[in-house]
């Protein structure tokens, strides 16, 4: 029997091999204990079955198919029956609006949608889905005029005989999460999506027995890759899904995840959902005693779901040093990576024991990374995309004429061939002296308070940048009841700390601390919560100019009534 080369086959393998082996954990709504576990046995034979019933559409071979969903059981299913019946899968994000749903179907050409777990939003997102479009529903979906998942795998057959789909075919189309602009479609071949699945386990040591809590979009590259590719890969392993954000810590707890992947934002509700049970200088003070302080770690660490955890990641965004140390001190490493969308994430990895703040790692053993004279970093790896989807000016601009992958992120290499990432070239702006500033470096310092949940420095124009700042759900809740001057203190304090660490044509003039949620839903954050600086300067550049009037450290902004 030869070795998989994609993750298609990697899938048949384990169905053939390991059929009884519990694969999937799905909560089902209610109780903790209601769930539904999937052995391979039982997942694959629905995929074919679905399959089946895709390849008697009479489509044509290499059809896009559409998937709306939040990760579940059957968002994989699904997948694998798209490419079993000879498709491509079109992940959409379960958070758009309805003007980009309809953007991706119909650039696309998707033949059919899969509709599946989705939130109220969706009663927005459906006016983007044509009324004459082949629909199907997962379990757990909403309610409207869809075909079942479960009464087409009542009444068909399974599919014995999958397409033949060679490794350097087309698997997917992932849509970017547009943070600026119309999102372009990402083409990836089915070796790209194996060659990378494989170096990544690899290079963490994915084990027999690992356990993975998947819950980040799966409609974005790093989710497919980690959550679903390395699963299906690994294939010994078990994949759990979680619920809702309200039930996610029970979710965590029931998984006790062996190897898991968040983003800082989490991370950081994580520190400041411990410290809502015990004041950081009680939770300090103890983790200084000896035993004890191993004792409380662990604790804290079983509190979260984490107790078990062995591999632990932050991505998509930087994260400050003094989190990644925190959770050091509690006995878990936090480490970075680096990757895009257009190289299926296979860029840079921070490996155990070898982690540092402000870096996101050396290159993997078959990628290489250059520093342009530009500033910006460029890459060459074997996940590099087939190119954009329609748009070959758009892919050409993409690459350098000798192939290496243009990044539009700035960053510098060490000695040791670690990456820094200094800011994306694009966000760089210039204010009224003339000077360049570079706005993430200065937002990743500002995001490091405990009161702060995420920040945008602006200030194009202005003699000094500035920052809108969100405040934590528990900081807004004490400065509506009575604490405003107290957060007021704290934030001047901050700022202050803050801007003497900067050079003087980067201090900030003034934070503005704003009312707004930033959800993906409002089209303030995408959907992997990196913030749509576009949308966030639209909302409140029109303020600036009473905001640098005031002359106040810290602004608190008023919406009109």
């Known amino acids: 029997m030869t070795e998989p080369t994609t993750i298609l086959e990697s899938a048949l393998r384990w169905e053939r091999e390991i059929p ?197 979009p799966m409609a974005h590259g790093m989710e497919r890759w980690l959550g679903e590719c390395s699963s299906l890969y690994n294939g010994k392993g078990q994949l759990y899904f979680a619920e809702s954000i309200d039930t996610f810590v029970r979710d965590l707890q029931r998984a006790r995840p062996t190897v898991f992947l968040s983003v800082p934002r989490l991370w950081a509700k994580f520190q400041l959902g411990v410290f809502a049970k015990m004041p950081p200088q009680k939770l300090d003070f103890l983790l200084k005693v000896p035993i004890l302080g191993k004792i409380v770690a662990k604790k804290v660490l079983a509190g979260l779901g984490l107790g078990e955890c062995r591999m632990a990641g932050s991505g998509s965004a930087p994260i400050p040093k003094e989190l990644i140390e925190w959770y050091k001190r509690l006995g878990l490493e936090l480490l970075e990576g680096y990757g895009m969308t257009e190289n299926f994430n296979y860029s840079h990895i921070s490996k155990p024991g070898e982690g540092v703040p402000g870096y996101v790692g050396t290159p993997y053993d078959d990628v290489q990374a250059r520093i342009a004279d530009d500033g910006e970093i460029q890459v060459l790896s074997p996940g590099a995309m087939l190119g954009y989807y329609k748009q070959p000016e758009e892919t050409q601009a993409t690459f350098t004429e000798d192939g290496w992958l243009k990044t539009g992120d700035r960053g510098e290499i060490d000695g040791a061939g670690r990456l820094k990432i200094t800011g994306r070239t694009k966000e760089i702006f210039k204010t009224s002296k003339g000077k360049y500033v570079a706005p993430a470096p200065i937002e990743n310092l500002l995001n490091n308070h405990p009161r702060i949940e995420l920040a945008c420095v602006g200030g194009s124009g202005f ?8 405040l934590s759900e528990e900081a807004w809740k004490q400065a509506q009841g009575g604490g405003k001057a107290e957060i007021t203190k704290d934030l001047e304090a901050h700022l202050a700390a803050v801007n003497a660490q900067l050079p003087n044509f980067e201090r900030l003039d003034f934070v503005a601390v704003v009312p707004e949620d930033w959800l993906p839903e409002n089209g303030f954050l995408t959907p992997t919560m990196k913030i749509r600086r576009g949308s966030i300067e639209k909302a409140y550049s029109p303020f600036n100019d009473d905001w640098y009037g005031r002359k106040e450290k810290v602004v608190w902004h008023q919406p009109a009534a």
């Not at 539904?36 to 009479?58: C, F, L, P, S, V």
């Not at 059981?73 to 749903?101: K, N, R």
């Not at 044509?130 to 997962?138: I, K, R, S, T």
Request: hydrophobic letters at 45%.
């Open 20 to 216: 009884n082996h519990a694969f999937i954990v799905q909560p089902m709504g209610g109780a903790f204990e209601n769930v539904k576990t999937y052995t391979w046995a039982q997942m694959m034979d629905e995929a074919r079955r679905m399959a089946a019933w895709i390849q008697a559409q009479g489509w044509a071979p290499g059809s896009a198919i559409a998937l709306c969903s939040k990760n579940c059981a059957w968002w994989v299913m699904a997948d694998l029956a798209i490419w079993m019946a000879g498709h491509v899968t079109v992940p959409i994000y379960p958070t758009l609006d309805e003007e980009t749903v309809r953007y991706i179907l119909e650039h696309s050409g998707a033949k059919m949608l899969f509709v599946g777990k989705l939130d109220a939003v969706w009663d927005v997102m459906k006016a983007g889905v044509p009324d004459d479009l082949v629909q199907v529903a997962f379990p757990l979906s909403p309610e409207g005029p869809y075909q079942r998942w479960d009464d087409i795998i009542g009444r068909v057959e399974p599919l014995r005989d999958v397409a033949e789909r060679e490794p350097d075919e087309l698997a997917t189309i992932i849509y970017t999460s547009g943070s600026t602009g119309r999102p372009k479609g990402v083409m990836h071949s089915f070796r790209g999506m194996f060659v990378c699945t494989r170096g990544l386990a690899d290079a963490i040591d994915l084990l027999e027995g690992d356990r993975y809590l998947s819950y980040l």
């Open 463 to 470: 003699p000094q940048p500035s920052a809108v700042i969100k």
